[in-house]
Structure formats: C-alpha cells, structure tokens
Nanobody, 116 residues
Framework: QVQLVESGGGLVQAGGSLRLSCAAS????????MGWYRQAPGKERELVAR???????NYAVSVKGRFTISRDNRGKTVYLQMNSLIPEDTAVYYC??????????WGKGTLVTVSS
C-alpha cells in the first residue's frame, strides 16, 4: 500500500506560481511512475504531468512550458512547479503512483484556485 500526501495548493492570481508537493511512503525507484492529475468542476480527471523511475517526463499539452515535474534525491517527494497560472488551471490536483506490478494509488488531492 503506497500512501501519497499532497500539499501546496491554494489561491493565486493569474500569472502567478505555485509548487505542489507529493510525499510518498515509498520511493519512485521502486515504482513505475508518479505524477499529477487534475479534475476541474464538471470535468473528467486528466493527466497533468508524470515522471518515471528513470526520470523521463510527460506533460499535458495545456501545461507544457509552464509546469515542471521533478523529484527529490531520495525519490520520495515529487514536485509540480506551476508557473504562469491561468484560471483554466483551477482544479483539484491529485498525486498518483503506479507500482512495478501496476497497482495504482492516489492521494486525496489539493485544491488550486487561479483567480482572473
């Protein structure tokens, strides 16, 4: 059982920045991938960014160039640096992890609100 705890959400004005953190009970080096999804009101959950155990990264087209996913040296905390935020980025952001045996785990989410 992998436990994931997100932090760093909040209210920010358009054009501002936030950094989300996801603290994991296991290192990414023992998993396939960790990442961030988001769900806006009335919309489906969508992938924002993910990072593999080998540090390859993927981003949604809508955030490419504005968001950066990274991890700490121990691989137990994954970050999402969000710059140039726009109101459309408003959503609950969920941390996600997939183990080597393809079990999926989710955090409880952290709310990001971008005001115009």
């Amino acid at each position: 059982q992998v436990q994931l705890v997100e932090s760093g959400g909040g209210l920010v004005q358009a054009g501002g920045s936030l950094r989300l953190s996801c603290a994991a009970s296991e290192s990414i080096f023992s998993m396939n991938v960790m990442g961030w999804y988001r769900q806006a009101p009335g919309k489906e959950r969508e992938l924002v960014a993910r990072i593999s155990y080998s540090d390859s990264t993927n981003y949604a087209v809508s955030v490419k160039g504005r968001f950066t996913i990274s991890r700490d040296n121990r691989g137990k905390t994954v970050y999402l640096q969000m710059n140039s935020l726009i109101p459309e980025d408003t959503a609950v952001y969920y941390c996600y992890a997939q183990t080597r045996i393809f079990d999926n785990y989710w955090g409880k989410g952290t709310l990001v609100t971008v005001s115009s």
